[in-house]
């Protein structure tokens, strides 16, 4: 048995003549084309589970769902949907036993005698209990973390140099502080437990980013003893990107491009127990699809994406159940 897992960022999924963020809104005509767009791309997809990003309106996401017919009969669940700000959803043809939404750190981050301000995420995570047809229960994140834009007071120059890369270390120091808070929550799912975890979503930084690593943990040396090196593995996610790049002998992952840089903002990651490698495990990352063909390098040519596509790639990963 195989299933597909995709992740995808919908760029500002609104419904029609609603106003975000301060004055934009989609006209009606705009927002028929987006929710076409988004049914088509999950054609392609054909994906079981896909986490999404950006959803203003659940409205919105139903009516673009509801232009696939493969999730005809399928589960979705939105996190908190107001239309004030943007967040995750799931969508699943398998069975959600169970869900929540969650909102707040389990605890204030304290790091050195420093309690770190921040006690929330920017987005809710969305953590979904889903069982497969072989009776597997696997647990799904969906997450949204912090985007690189600068966090820059209204009241001062936002052209200065220096106000700019405040702005920047703001927006850095709250994407790592929401990841380790990510962080906090898999080790509840991953420590001492042979249960499969999925973790997927845009995490606004690529796959050797302090604060992707700090989602993922870092695998063991090699010369560490036994016991250590199996309590790491325990508690580590894998990226699909990594695991079809050493299958293979190219990589041309990239799932965003801004101001002429290719970056991997969009991951999917799994535990030890859908990794080949584990003998151990129930499933196996196979093949993984990414759906940048519609993104274009604005540096080099004078199109853009269109207002109703995403400024993001989709991704799917293929895994084999054992």
């Not at 079981?48 to 399928?74: M, N």
């Given at each position: 048995?195989?299933?597909?897992?995709?992740?995808?960022?919908?760029?500002?999924?609104?419904?029609?003549?609603?106003?975000?963020?301060?004055?934009?809104?989609?006209?009606?005509?705009?927002?028929?084309?987006?929710?076409?767009?988004?049914?088509?791309?999950?054609?392609?997809?054909?994906?079981?589970?896909?986490?999404?990003?950006?959803?203003?309106?659940?409205?919105?996401?139903?009516?673009?769902?509801?232009?696939?017919?493969?999730?005809?009969?399928?589960?979705?669940?939105?996190?908190?949907?107001?239309?004030?700000?943007?967040?995750?959803?799931?969508?699943?043809?398998?069975?959600?036993?169970?869900?929540?939404?969650?909102?707040?750190?389990?605890?204030?981050?304290?790091?050195?005698?420093?309690?770190?301000?921040?006690?929330?995420?920017?987005?809710?995570?969305?953590?979904?209990?889903?069982?497969?047809?072989?009776?597997?229960?696997?647990?799904?994140?969906?997450?949204?973390?912090?985007?690189?834009?600068?966090?820059?007071?209204?009241?001062?120059?936002?052209?200065?140099?220096?106000?700019?890369?405040?702005?920047?270390?703001?927006?850095?120091?709250?994407?790592?502080?929401?990841?380790?808070?990510?962080?906090?929550?898999?080790?509840?799912?991953?420590?001492?437990?042979?249960?499969?975890?999925?973790?997927?979503?845009?995490?606004?930084?690529?796959?050797?980013?302090?604060?992707?690593?700090?989602?993922?943990?870092d695998p063991p040396f090699r010369n560490m003893p036994e016991k250590v090196r199996r309590e790491l593995w325990d508690v580590l996610l894998y990226h699909v990107k990594d695991i079809q790049a050493r299958m293979s002998f190219q990589d041309f992952y990239y799932s965003h491009i801004h101001n002429g840089h290719y970056e991997a903002l969009d991951h999917i990651m799994v535990s030890q127990e859908l990794v080949a490698q584990n003998p151990a495990h129930?499933?196996?990352?196979?093949?993984?699809?990414?759906?940048?063909?519609?993104?274009?390098?604005?540096?080099?040519?004078?199109?853009?994406?269109?207002?109703?596509?995403?400024?993001?790639?989709?991704?799917?990963?293929?895994?084999?159940?054992?």
């Amino acid at each position: 048995m195989e299933i597909k897992i995709g992740s995808f960022n919908l760029f500002n999924l609104v419904a029609a003549g609603k106003k975000y963020y301060g004055h934009r809104v989609y006209s009606k005509s705009d927002y028929n084309k987006k929710i076409s767009w988004i049914g088509s791309q999950l054609q392609r997809m054909e994906a079981d589970i896909v986490g999404f990003q950006e959803v203003f309106h659940e409205e919105a996401l139903r009516d673009a769902v509801s232009k696939c017919h493969a999730y005809r009969h399928a589960e979705l669940i939105v996190a908190n949907a107001t239309g004030d700000r943007p967040v995750v959803a799931l969508v699943s043809q398998h069975k959600v036993l169970k869900y929540d939404i969650i909102e707040e750190f389990k605890e204030t981050l304290d790091i050195d005698g420093m309690q770190v301000p921040i006690t929330s995420f920017s987005r809710p995570v969305l953590r979904a209990l889903i069982q497969l047809p072989n009776g597997l229960e696997v647990t799904v994140y969906v997450v949204h973390l912090k985007s690189k834009r600068p966090m820059i007071p209204e009241e001062v120059d936002r052209f200065d140099p220096v106000e700019k890369a405040k702005g920047q270390a703001r927006s850095l120091i709250r994407r790592a502080a929401e990841a380790t808070a990510l962080r906090d929550l898999l080790l509840e799912e991953l420590k001492d437990r042979d249960h499969p975890v999925i973790m997927l979503g845009d995490v606004n930084d690529n796959g050797l980013a302090v604060t992707t690593r700090i989602i993922s943990g870092d695998p063991p040396f090699r010369n560490m003893p036994e016991k250590v090196r199996r309590e790491l593995w325990d508690v580590l996610l894998y990226h699909v990107k990594d695991i079809q790049a050493r299958m293979s002998f190219q990589d041309f992952y990239y799932s965003h491009i801004h101001n002429g840089h290719y970056e991997a903002l969009d991951h999917i990651m799994v535990s030890q127990e859908l990794v080949a490698q584990n003998p151990a495990h129930v499933g196996k990352v196979g093949f993984v699809t990414v759906l940048n063909d519609h993104l274009i390098d604005e540096t080099l040519s004078d199109e853009r994406v269109e207002l109703w596509q995403s400024d993001h790639a989709q991704v799917v990963a293929s895994i084999e159940m054992r």
